[in-house]
């Protein structure tokens, strides 16, 4: 009885049952890339700190900004929101003045900055610029793209040249009758003769530490083309990452073949702390399973003239971003938020009283996996005549 008790007043204070050790909890981020000054060190672990009582108002900013360069893309992709044409908010592209502003204001304090989400992040001519303002501030830096776009020679060296540190080509198809089937409009042929133009671009300029990725997201359509990727990878030079698709209902997979390349943890959602999405038209999301902007944290000012908040600090601390957090406390608050009813949020209710029974993070069970998340926001971002469709 004193143990169970022991384990409940646990559960009640600040200091809550997170499956980590403190030195897991507090170690730096090992991407590398970055340059480690004080103040991004020392505001990394007040932020993990923050995090670790459940705090929900934040003296730290976040140690890791998303960036959306487009809203758009080339591709239609079907069980992407954006291929599927659930646009939900304007196609647009990112303005070098609003990237700015986050720069001056979070710049000092991220380690790392990934510039994609629901579009295609090279559609913006001025990501080469965004890239090389965030490479200047001592961010890592990590892109995620289709290269199904119109490339060359100049644009691989620019791209080479920027201090990118990370770069991730999603290729789904080893032939192009296999290839378009998921990317659809993209030119198989294309994409891999950019990939050439990159790994010789990386060559002739000594940038061999910038890791140059293929990423196959394998379906049930593809499946036979595992091992035509792997050589294709093996010709191309480029390491090779092979996850399961997700797709909307049940999984696919069901012989377990493949593994999802995120699969849930016990934990309060550390995004909610330590990451924060800009899309391009202002709004401040909390990860990128955000799609309509009715889920907006809240929204930043793209010119100083128009309405938003004029600092990210102000959405960063402001009611949804402070409710969200506050969802792994006490279940209580607006329904309607895209943090309440969230796999994740609902896992953390579920460790708890795993947990206070006596259980271990190796006999939990999330009772789902990243196929059930990526759902739970696809039903979301559905708009509701389309809805019924599927």
């Excluded at 505001?43 to 959306?68: D, K, M």
């Excluded at 409009?185 to 133009?197: F, H, N, P, Q, W």
């Excluded at 091992?227 to 030079?237: F, I, K, N, V, Y």
Aim: glycine share 8%; hydrophobic share 40%; net charge positive.
């Amino acid at each position: 009885m004193l143990r169970l008790r022991e384990r409940l007043a646990r559960v009640g204070r600040a200091a809550r049952p997170v499956p980590l050790t403190r030195r897991e909890l507090f170690a730096l981020p090992p991407l590398g890339g970055y340059r480690l000054t004080r103040r991004r060190r020392l505001n990394y672990y007040l932020n993990r700190a923050e995090y670790e009582r459940g705090r929900t108002r934040l003296w730290s900013f976040p140690t890791r900004l998303i960036v959306e360069p487009a809203s758009a893309c080339n591709l239609r992709c079907p069980y992407c929101l954006t291929g599927a044409g659930e646009v939900g908010r304007p196609r647009a592209l990112m303005t070098l003045e609003l990237y700015r502003r986050l720069l001056d204001e979070l710049g000092d304090y991220l380690f790392e900055m990934e510039l994609f989400h629901w579009g295609e992040p090279l559609l913006n001519p001025h990501v080469y610029d965004m890239l090389e303002m965030a490479s200047a501030r001592g961010i890592a830096t990590t892109v995620n793209t289709n290269l199904a776009v119109p490339f060359d020679r100049a644009r691989a060296e620019r791209l080479v040249a920027s201090g990118l540190n990370e770069l991730t080509v999603s290729v789904d198809g080893a032939t192009q009758e296999t290839y378009e089937q998921y990317r659809v409009r993209g030119r198989l042929a294309r994409v891999v003769e950019s990939c050439r133009l990159l790994v010789d671009a990386r060559r002739r300029f000594g940038r061999e530490s910038m890791r140059l990725n293929l990423e196959f997201h394998v379906f049930a359509h593809n499946v036979d083309d595992v091992d035509g990727m792997r050589q294709l990878a093996a010709t191309l030079g480029m390491p090779l990452r092979i996850f399961k698709g997700v797709v909307p209902g049940e999984d696919w997979d069901t012989a377990g073949r493949f593994d999802y390349c995120v699969a849930p943890v016990p934990l309060p959602c550390i995004w909610l702390w330590g990451t924060a999405l800009v899309s391009t038209d202002g709004g401040v999301l909390a990860c990128r399973g955000g799609f309509q902007s009715a889920d907006d944290m809240g929204r930043l000012a793209v010119r100083p003239a128009e309405l938003g908040a004029a600092r990210f600090r102000d959405v960063w601390n402001g009611p949804r971003f402070r409710a969200a957090r506050g969802f792994y406390r006490r279940r209580d608050g607006d329904p309607t938020h895209v943090c309440f009813d969230c796999p994740n949020t609902r896992m953390w209710e579920r460790w708890k009283a795993h947990y206070v029974a006596g259980g271990t993070k190796e006999t939990f069970d999330p009772g789902f996996t990243l196929n059930g998340i990526w759902n739970y926001f696809w039903d979301r971002g559905r708009r509701p005549d389309r809805a019924s469709a599927t």
